[in-house]
């Protein structure tokens, strides 16, 4: 059976590129009637957030992907919480070190402080590997009375991976196909740190092979340690998973990858939810809180770096399983646009029309109006081409139930003067002797005003039922708000005209 994880750390809010490789382990795992599993990678103490599990969990049911076992979900490997494990990775660090695959090594920070400064002044890197362990303060250079003597005086040490030079490791990755790393390359890697705690390479393989694991699919920043990781199974004797890394998530401005160290900093959101900053108590806003559906999101985040083929871009949760492979997985990099993922929640906005209309209707009874469904539904109808949330249907409907709050700054002040006034006042009288007050009739009746003034009054009218040059079609706005609130609507501009007027005037008097 296909067992799939999510193992995440605690140590802030997830982003874009987490919670996408949240969701392509949970379509490749239903996918193939598998398990989806959720893992705490806690280990890390110093970088440990309050409240970051709580989001992990939130995001995952938010997104509707949640695991099939795991932390929080219960299941027949517990406990999914790495820093409850330590017994288990100390179990096996013993089995490598009988074996002979690591060793301990007992170099202070100083010391290797002042290797990397020697290697530095020659133009070299410092690389703690078996050119120079021998040459280092580890027990490959003592005997067994030696390393007794230092294990029993109470120094602090690391045990390290023992990299066998001269080696050719041909591995392979379901999205990036052949790899070939040469041993010689590598680093001695620690697996225990000088605490006693397991790093991210010693917890992650055992936990991965003992919760028996068979996919490990992750980020591509951990391509660099997919050969430590074989190294190590080999070294436990087991057998290998099968790998794939996921492409990056790159910025538009060209500045490199998303990440949620500078998500303070950018102009589009990378959260699914909305997070506030330990330190600062800075609230982000995420996708839920700016009016995403988890639908549209995503829709969104599957095609953003993996595409199907063809033309088709929406899909639901049920067909993203049906169609998700790795075989059309980006190897490169992929750029996130604000502007698509909008273009998606719009796609999913066209169909929630109830939703819509319940939004809107609850905006009406705050201020005691009532209107009838068929009337709301035209309303949608005109509207609904104009907006990408349903937070934005109030913004864009407004003047058809009630009249302008305030006009727009710099066409009022374009407008305070007695000619717009009294073109005004002319042609508020004129429309109110037009007896049958329909769009039709009113674009025939207004066809027949002259070119100049047509085109200024309609531009007035439009200020007076909308408080701005936008909107709707201005005869759809007259039909739907009828002829007795139109003029009032007219009647507040022109009061509001006369008003500046009058106080230029006696501005300029004083």
């Known amino acids: 059976m296909v067992r799939v994880r999510f193992a995440p750390s605690p140590t802030g809010p997830l982003h874009l590129g987490g919670i996408r490789t949240a969701l392509y382990n949970y379509l490749f795992a239903k996918k193939h009637k598998g398990k989806f599993i959720l893992r705490i990678e806690d280990t890390d103490k110093k970088r440990w957030i309050p409240h970051s599990e709580s989001y992990i969990f939130e995001t995952l049911k938010w997104c509707q992907i949640e695991p099939d076992e795991g932390a929080g979900y219960g299941g027949d490997y517990y406990p999914y919480y790495q820093s409850k494990r330590g017994d288990i990775y100390r179990f096996y660090i013993n089995k490598l070190l009988d074996k002979g695959h690591v060793y301990y090594a007992f170099d202070t920070d100083q010391e290797l402080h002042k290797k990397r400064k020697e290697y530095h002044n020659m133009g070299l890197t410092f690389s703690y590997n078996y050119k120079i362990r021998m040459h280092l303060n580890n027990s490959l250079n003592m005997t067994k009375k030696q390393l007794y003597m230092k294990l029993h005086s109470g120094s602090s040490y690391v045990i390290r991976l023992k990299i066998t030079p001269g080696e050719k490791l041909n591995m392979h990755d379901m999205i990036r196909g052949k790899i070939v790393v040469y041993t010689d390359n590598l680093d001695d890697k620690i697996l225990l740190k000088s605490n006693g705690g397991a790093t991210y390479h010693l917890a992650n393989t055992i936990d991965d092979h003992l919760m028996k694991i068979t996919h490990v699919i992750r980020g591509e920043e951990w391509l660099p340690s997919m050969s430590l990781h074989l190294l190590l199974y080999r070294a436990l004797g087991w057998s290998t998973p099968i790998f794939a890394h996921l492409p990056l998530i790159l910025r538009n401005d060209g500045k490199g990858k998303i990440s949620k160290r500078n998500v303070e900093k ?50 639901s949760l049920k067909e993203l399983i049906h169609f998700f492979s790795f075989e059309r997985v980006h190897k490169s990099g992929v750029y996130f646009n604000i502007k698509k993922a909008n273009w998606f929640n719009k796609q999913y906005l066209n169909k929630k029309q109830e939703e819509i209309l319940s939004y809107l209707q609850i905006k009406l009874q705050k201020r005691f109006l009532f209107y009838e469904k068929n009337y709301l539904s035209k309303v949608l109808h005109l509207i609904i081409d104009r907006i990408y949330f349903i937070h934005e249907i109030w913004k864009h409907s407004f003047y058809f139930f009630i009249s302008p709050i305030y006009y727009e700054y710099n066409f009022f002040h374009q407008i305070c003067h007695k000619k717009t006034f009294y073109l005004l006042e002319h042609y508020k009288i004129f429309l109110s002797k037009i007896p049958i007050f329909t769009s039709l009739h009113l674009r025939l009746i207004f066809k027949k005003i002259d070119k100049a003034n047509r085109r200024i009054i309609m531009q007035l009218f439009r200020f007076a039922l909308v408080g701005d040059l936008k909107g709707c079609d201005l005869f759809i706005i007259f039909e739907m708000v009828g002829k007795e609130e139109s003029i009032r609507r007219i009647d507040n501009l022109m009061k509001k005209i006369r008003k500046k007027i009058f106080h230029g005037f006696f501005e300029k008097r004083t």
């Open 266 to 315: 950018l102009d589009f959101p990378i959260l699914p939810l909305q997070w506030k900053v330990p330190d600062t108590k800075t609230i982000i806003p995420g996708y839920r809180e700016l009016g995403y559906f988890p639908e549209a999101f995503v829709n969104m985040l599957a095609l953003l770096g993996w595409n199907p083929g063809g033309n088709k871009e929406i899909f």
